[in-house]
């Protein structure tokens, strides 16, 4: 395993990282198992921005023994209310949920304080303008947390962060979907080199990376493979399958980038992705696979990150627009709706049928799903 330094935190990150997504409905064992398989691969940083206790918890546990051997993420406003996760900004709130986690995690300090998911300036003025920045500064000067960080899918709230001066580290989600501008045809103005020259990005994400590597803020990433949508043929926004490692290489080839951090489902998930380690120049290169794909946008796919939560109604948003994606692409190709995804489904609290239509979530989503009229037919697909 390669490690670099995180920015100015100088904290020496493995550039493959531990993510917590995935692990949701997995038993403390099999958290257990993949937290091993991480720690036996060399991964020596991890993400938690559930709030789910399970989670908290059975991670806390998995990493009792050497908990100082990892450089931990935890978020400052991922708090777990009536048994859901919300996001917040009211202090009290924040204190309960960060004490829970210090608690499950059974240690005195959080190496990364993150401020959690900050897309909208109207957000970040209100966070660093009151109670919310309070709380995170005392958690900062008396040592609770190592450094403040914080989490984004928007590179206008990121540069606020890095030219704030008080964050010194961002976790930004990063692939060459979100990075790309929409169309082009020459895959030499969609992918240059990430100095001075780079072509074909998005302005505000490359003005971002670059602001970051000026100041010496390290980036953690997430959302890697765009909700596992770069890895499908059939859900690509590039019409091509990337493989884990071009994805990886990719995030780890942007300017500031320092770690990305994988969601696992299973010790397999984990050793594909450190896989990447061994993996020749060959195996690594994107451009040549994106070169010739036919290119368009992402805005509007879901990647499951949950962010939409809470649902009035307590529907896992994220959970059905992915069993509606897996059982579209089915049906989409003349097949029926799989009877494993309809049973897990049909398992679920609250299915999309009780959707309201009240449109709370859908501003919560970084990535402008129209989460109401997913909801419409997902209940249509698996009436
Ligand atoms: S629009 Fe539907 S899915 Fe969204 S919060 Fe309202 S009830 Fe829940
Ligand atoms: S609808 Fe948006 S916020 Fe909700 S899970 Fe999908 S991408 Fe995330």
């Known amino acids: 395993m390669q490690y670099r330094r995180l920015g100015r935190t100088e904290l020496m990150v493995s550039e493959i990282g531990y993510g917590c997504e995935w692990i949701e409905k997995k038993s403390a064992e099999e958290i257990r198992g993949i937290t091993d398989r991480a720690r036996a691969q060399g991964m020596n940083i991890l993400d938690c921005w559930m709030s789910n206790p399970h989670v908290r918890s059975a991670l806390g546990d998995a990493i009792r023994d050497d908990r100082d051997r990892w450089i931990i993420q935890g978020h400052v406003g991922s708090t777990w209310q009536g048994d859901q996760y919300v996001r917040t900004r009211d202090a009290e709130a924040c204190k309960v949920a960060f004490d829970d986690l210090l608690e499950r995690f059974h240690t005195d300090h959080i190496d990364l304080g993150m401020i ?12 660093m303008g009151g109670p919310y920045w309070e709380f995170v500064r005392e958690l900062r000067d008396s040592g609770v947390i190592g450094h403040v960080g914080m989490s984004t899918h928007n590179p206008t709230t990121g540069l606020l962060a890095v030219e704030s001066g008080v964050v010194d580290m961002i976790m930004f989600s990063v692939n060459p979907a979100y990075d790309m501008k929409p169309a082009s045809e020459d895959i030499n103005e969609l992918f240059g080199e990430y100095g001075d020259d780079i072509d074909g990005m998005d302005a505000d994400r490359l003005a971002f990376y670059r602001a970051a590597e000026r ?6 990433v997430m959302k890697t493979f765009a909700g596992g949508r770069l890895l499908d043929p059939a859900r690509s926004p590039f019409g091509v399958a990337l493989t884990p490692a071009q994805c990886i290489h990719y995030a780890l080839t942007r300017p500031a980038v320092s770690s990305v951090l994988l969601g696992y489902a299973s010790e397999e998930q984990v050793d594909s992705a450190a896989a990447y380690e061994t993996a020749s120049p060959d195996e690594r290169d994107y451009a040549s696979v994106l070169a010739s794909a036919p290119l368009h946008a ?46 897990h489904y049909r398992a679920l609290e609250h299915t999309a049928d009780e959707c309201l239509g009240c449109g709370a979530c859908e501003g919560r989503c970084p990535f402008g799903v129209g989460i109401v009229e997913r909801m419409e037919r997902a209940a249509e697909l698996f009436a």
């Open 116 to 127: 959690h998911y900050v897309d909208e300036v109207a957000d970040w003025e209100h966070a």
């Open 215 to 220: 100041a010496d803020i390290g980036l953690t």
């Open 298 to 343: 992402v805005s509007g796919l879901c990647t499951y990150c949950g962010h939409c939560a809470p649902c009035t109604v307590g529907i896992n948003i994220a959970q059905v627009n992915k069993f509606y994606d897996l059982a579209e692409v089915q049906v989409a190709n003349g097949g029926e709706v799989p009877e494993l995804v309809r049973d």
